[in-house]
């Protein structure tokens, strides 16, 4: 009796063992894979930020980052991703509460064309709103001939194309998560509080907008870190009154060839990204937010 | 609590002639009933019978094509939901998985611009009343199904709402717990002034817990009646077989009376009239296997063909002719005493007159 018992615990731990082996053997392709292009070149770079233009480790890349001009970089990076993620809330909420109420059938419908401009590259895309907007762009041409206006509007190459064309971009984004949530928003809630008395607009706020809040933030977190690094956009829709951080990091490798100071932007951008994300999630707890 | 209690009357609730229709479907067909003030009635009926689009259209969830809802003098059938006043308990509990439960409890009450010192005290009077004392602070998802039941129960009633209509509250529970809970909601209904509106699909509970019953089957009331009522005067083979352990028995009619067995049958009831097939209605456990002849009794022959061991009773399957099979169930404390007969033997099994009940086929 007890060698069977024996025996059935060496099986059951060789068992063990394959499943393990399993579990390595398929990860391992993936894992490696993100060690090698994004661990591996972050590391050189990172490294890379602490040597000056002889080669010698020094934090000059740094000290050169609380310069006028990085300090700009850094506002105006912030404030625009803080500005696209707004209006992307404003946009992105009520969207994601009507597509939330209607019958599934025609939801899935309408999440397609959400999701439509995910199809499409971020270049045309943006290239497509240039088209739109630029001075003998269709909006101007339409106005002109109609005689509304008389000179072209100045709507491209500024502050608010690039926005434009990053909430743009950036609002499925926000509307996903934020859709999944309220559609797991059980129905009997709002309707328990309209019985218990409150008005229908009374349960939406004091129920539905709280029970979507995880959704929301995920949405938020999303929105706000992706639009820190946004390059094409605001380079091609700004027309170069916009200077973000990404395009300062283009600027720096392509005109000065510094790599370490490039490099040095990149680190402060990523770890920044990182405070956020660790601070929203002392805050809010991300990973509950994530999974549900 | 008691004091305010005392100030709220309960309301009778007055349907008459609802229609709600979805398409083609007539889900509530011209439904009336008078629910008296601070009974405890239950819609009774299979899935799909319009249970609770009846309670919805009460809450006013579902708006009616036609027909009239008062609460007391008062029409109600155009008042928003909001406006009813009446206590919900939903299927789902419905419980606000944010706020902790005596948040929950007090949720009403905040709406009703109650003062905060207030409003803490009155929730945790109505968490007492449903043995939930010193449960408040707790969140909803450290409650188990039984407790949060109560949460829900304590939030509908906790702004003493003159009316509470309640949606199967506790089929999600197993069946310990939903017994325990139905005495438990009962006695406290004896505390609360309240008209309560509760449904369920579950006979044996609707006959536990209502003061009256209406079983509704497709949109209809069928019957209206006191749980004792409605299990051994059932007016149609629907109520008869939807309430209790039904077996039917095809009689005949003879002349203005009925019979079975060529035996001319001692009815409690009248013949239903017309000239349709008839079925005598037995339960099982109001058979009797001794049966004297007092004159009262009609008798049944029959052949034992199985006997069942089911713990608290013991079932005999019997052949009443015909391939017709008859059951009848012996508590187990009798059918100790009482020699049990064998299988294959004949007896005749008694039914008394008071409990001998025939019904048409075809409702008239
Ligand atoms: N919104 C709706 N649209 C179309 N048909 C509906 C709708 N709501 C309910 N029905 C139909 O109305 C009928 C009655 O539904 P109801 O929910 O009142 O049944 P019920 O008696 O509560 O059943 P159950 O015991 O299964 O809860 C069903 O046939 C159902 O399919
Ligand atoms: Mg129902």
Known sequence: ??????MNADELARGQRRERAQFIGLSLPATLLIL???FLPLFWLSSLSFLDRGGELSTENYQRLTGDLYVEAFVVTFQISAAVTALCVLLGYPLAYWLSRKPQHTANLLLIC???PFWTAVLVRTYAWLVLLQRNGLINNTLLSLGVIDAPLQLAHNLTASIIGMVHIMLPFLVLPLYATMKSIDGDLVRAAVGLGSSPTEAFWRIFVPMSLPGLFAGVVLVFIMSLGFYVTPALLG?????????RIESTITIFSNWGAASALGVVLLVMALALVALLHRVFGLDKLFVR | MAAAAASSQSLPITVSNLVKAYGDLRVLDDVSIAIRPGEFMTLLGPSGSGKTTLLMALAGFVSPESGSIRFGEQEMITT???????????????????MSVVENVAYPLKIRGVSPAEQKSRAEAALEMVKLGGYGGRRINQLSGGQKQRVALARAMVFEPRIILMDEPLSALDKKLREHMQIELKQLHQKLDATIVYVTHDQREALTMSDRIAVINKGRIAQLDEPKALYRRPNSLFVADFIGETVLLPVQREGDGVSLQGRKLKLATPTPSGNGPLQLVIRPELLQLDAGDDGDTNTIAGVVRQTIYQGDSVLLIIDAGDGREVSVRIATSRAGQASLPDSGSRIALGLHRDDTVVLAEQAP
Do not use: E, N, T
């Not at chain 1, 009796?1 to 024996?6: C, H, K």
């Open chain 1, 1 to 6: 009796m007890s060698a069977v018992i024996a």
């Open chain 1, 36 to 38: 090698i292009i994004v």
């Open chain 1, 114 to 116: 959400v999701l439509l």
């Open chain 1, 239 to 247: 027309g170069g009154r916009v200077q973000m951080l990404a395009q």
């Open chain 2, 80 to 98: 928003s939901p909001h406006k009813r006043g009446v206590g919900m308990v939903f299927q789902s509990y419905a419980l606000f998985p944010f």
